[in-house]
């Protein structure tokens, strides 16, 4: 017998569990790592770079310590608004690690180009970084907080030497509106072409807001010669490194981004060119199921290119054993002549064998968690009923179960349901929509009743709203043709 599949073998983003010691002692050390950068940082910057101690005196020692607690306090508020509000923070630590690795970034480049011009900061950054990546809401907290620590270390050094305050001020301002523009206004766009009209339009918002600010208070408009020149380049630069940072973070933190999705989902990606060549039935039966799913998620406002990824990718593992899955067999079937205990073993073992082939081909988890969850715990009926008429003594249904994990995300749940929809709609004779909703119906239901969304928030509304948009999308996938006269 196969071994179950442990709940340790990935990631269950939204269940209730708790986390794991091994968890919290990662993101502990990834936090600690963080502060220890930024703090490490701004004291080379201030003892270093810019020689503070010469202003301060006596007082420099308590000066860099104030410093420290400042950052230790930031970033302990960003830590406990994750742990809060958004616990895949610390279940999934790539999430984690690339907002503060982003943040920084964003600090560190703006700490030292300081030198330069205050208005050559790109106080953006971190926001151009992690719009495509994360979020609107993280994208927009880690700009926050990364501007928040910009103005605290600037303003010291300027109170410290004497500096005007009135530019640290204009780029925290400038730093809060772009970062916000960016945040809402860029997060989930795949488009290239998308990303760089709207950071065009909000770094000359961003431009703007500069000169306006800085007029305001001085009454005459910024240097156009010099500040206005650092402003164009800083702006458009963190606007063009996020566009190229995009595809080296999305791989060294293995993150999902709609550009990534789609990416997944080419014909020419090695796994669905795998499922092409040496399991068509299986390919085509995936693209069904992604259709479903794609506008279901939609339906109820999930992310549709996850939707369509999970799809493609939640049966790939038929790509062993291919021949003993019905869709992909001809004319023989080897089940006819195998024990019904061996057929259910190498047909459940496709969620675990697809577990495996998305860790070897590095697909993100929110993809190979699928995999596991899309049959959950039910019954493989076809040769549960074979076992129980070939033996007068009880059969364990165990035995003739998925050894899986219950879905615990919507997305999980969805392609759970148009999975055995499309299976079964294709199977029926002469289907029409009243047979397929009362098909539906007793699907959903027997799901629901064997406990299969017990760990998912989904709600009974959505799972009627996906039930209709599956019979409403039927008509169109099932369709019948216009017969032709015969060589016409």
């Not at 420290?68 to 958004?86: C, E, P």
């Not at 699907?443 to 409403?472: H, V, W, Y």
Request: aromatic share 10%.
């Amino acid at each position: 017998m196969s071994k179950k599949v442990k709940e340790t073998d990935f990631v269950l983003t939204e269940s209730g569990k708790k986390y794991g010691s091994a968890v919290r002692v990662k993101a502990f050390l990834i936090f600690i790592l963080a502060l220890l950068a930024t703090i490490t940082a701004t004291i080379v910057k201030y003892i270093v770079v810019d020689d503070l101690g010469k202003h301060l005196g006596k007082y420099a020692f308590l000066c860099y310590i104030a410093v420290v607690f400042g950052h230790i306090l930031i970033l302990t508020a960003l830590a406990l608004y994750g742990f809060a509000t958004r616990r895949d923070w610390v279940m999934k630590l790539k999430v984690f690690a690339v907002l503060l690795f982003c943040i920084l970034t964003g600090y560190v480049s703006c700490l030292f180009l300081s030198d330069i011009s205050f208005y050559f900061m790109p106080v953006y950054l971190t926001a151009y970084l992690l719009s495509p990546l994360l979020s609107k809401k993280d994208t927009f907290a880690a700009s926050l907080i990364m501007n928040i620590f910009l103005f605290m270390t600037i303003s010291v050094e300027c109170i410290v030497t004497g500096a005007n305050l009135l530019p640290a001020f204009v780029m925290l301002a400038v730093g809060i509106v772009s970062g916000s523009l960016i945040s809402f206004g860029i997060s989930e766009d795949p488009k290239k072409l998308n990303y760089l009209i709207k950071g065009t339009i909000i770094n000359v918002t961003a431009i703007a807001t500069m000169i306006v600010l800085s007029f305001i208070k001085t009454n005459k408009p910024l240097d156009f010669v010099d500040n206005l020149a650092y402003m164009a380049i800083s702006s458009s630069a963190a606007m063009i490194i996020g566009l190229l940072m995009q595809y080296i973070l999305e791989r060294v933190f293995n993150l999902i981004t709609n550009s990534r999705l789609i990416e997944l989902t080419d014909h020419n990606a090695p796994l669905i060119k795998r499922l092409i060549t040496e399991a068509p039935g299986t390919f085509h039966h995936s693209i069904t199921v992604s259709g479903f799913a794609q506008t279901c998620a939609t339906a109820i406002g999930e992310n549709p290119y996850l939707a369509r990824a999970a799809a493609y990718y939640h049966d790939i593992g038929k790509l062993i054993n291919s021949h003993y899955f019905k869709e992909n067999q001809r004319e023989i079937n080897p089940h006819d002549n195998m024990l019904p205990e061996v057929s259910a073993e190498i047909i459940r073992n496709h969620t675990i064998h697809g577990l495996e082939l998305c860790k070897e081909y590095r697909i993100p988890e929110e993809i190979a968690s699928v995999t596991i969850q899309h049959h959950g715990t039910m019954p493989i009926t076809v040769f549960y009923n074979k076992a129980t008429k070939l033996t007068d003594s009880v059969v364990d249904i165990d035995e003739y179960s998925y050894h899986g994990v219950p879905p615990v995300t919507k997305i999980a749940a969805i392609i759970m349901i148009c999975d055995s929809s499309e299976a079964a709609i294709r199977a029926m004779d002469a289907p029409d929509g009243e047979r397929v909703e009362k098909l539906l119906t007793s699907l959903i239901g027997a799901r629901i009743s064997s406990g299969q969304f017990d760990n998912c928030d989904i709600t009974m509304r959505e799972l009627n709203i996906i039930k209709k948009t599956i019979i409403d999308a039927y008509g169109g996938v099932f369709h019948s043709r216009v017969k032709y006269p015969e060589g016409k």
